[in-house]
């Protein structure tokens, strides 16, 4: 879970920088997005704390949490080469001059990649933590004993694809309006659903 804390902190920092950048990258969702990174700033960091306290998180092997398959997504060298990857394109913004939906997009997919990572770390620590309560051993607990299945897990495959594509890879692909519209009112509506539980 350390891998995941370091991330988190990071990665939010990124995106505050981006969203304040003034640029539009976060285009129709940036109120959206604006109230995700102000709750992982504070609120979420209060709850790490509690989680902390009750779990022990920082000895939490998220690796061991996730199925097989998708332990690409979680693994201490993912997080930390996503939050490299941020890093670097806060340097490059520059040259995607004419190519502004391909920024959007490439952020984007980043961005719904942390929230989700994010509410799937809450989900798992607070049932963690009422098991435990209840008097289980939660030490081997995973996310399918807490009813997140391979079915709903499934989604990230598309990122696993999407995450794969360089900064240069997306410099050099074409966004046609079409995609990019579709892409906008997704996000909006993923990041809907998936907040619903912060208000």
Known sequence: MKAYIVYKDKSE??????????????????????????????????????????????SIKLEKVFPVKFRWLI????????????????????????????????VGILFIKFVLITKLVETYCTAA????????????????DIGID????????????LSSKSIDDWLNITVDQ????????SMKRMLKILMSTND
Do not use: C, P
């Open 75 to 106: 693994s201490d060298v993912s997080l930390r080469t996503s939050r490299n990857y941020l890093k670097t394109l806060e340097g490059r913004i520059t040259e995607f001059q004419g190519k502004e939906d391909n920024l959007k997009i490439m």
């Open 13 to 58: 920092k990124s995106f505050r920088r981006l969203i304040n950048a003034g640029s539009g990258i976060f285009d129709s969702y940036r109120t959206l997005a604006t109230k995700f990174i102000r709750y992982s700033g504070s609120e979420l960091d209060a709850r790490l704390a509690e989680y902390d306290k009750d779990l022990e998180i920082s």
């Open 150 to 161: 391979n079915q709903l897990l499934k989604y990230f495959k598309d990122f696993e694809d």
């Open 129 to 144: 933590i009422s098991l435990k309560k209840e008097g289980n051993d939660v030490s081997n607990l995973n996310l399918e």
């Open 178 to 185: 079409v995609t990019a519209k579709h892409f906008y009112s």
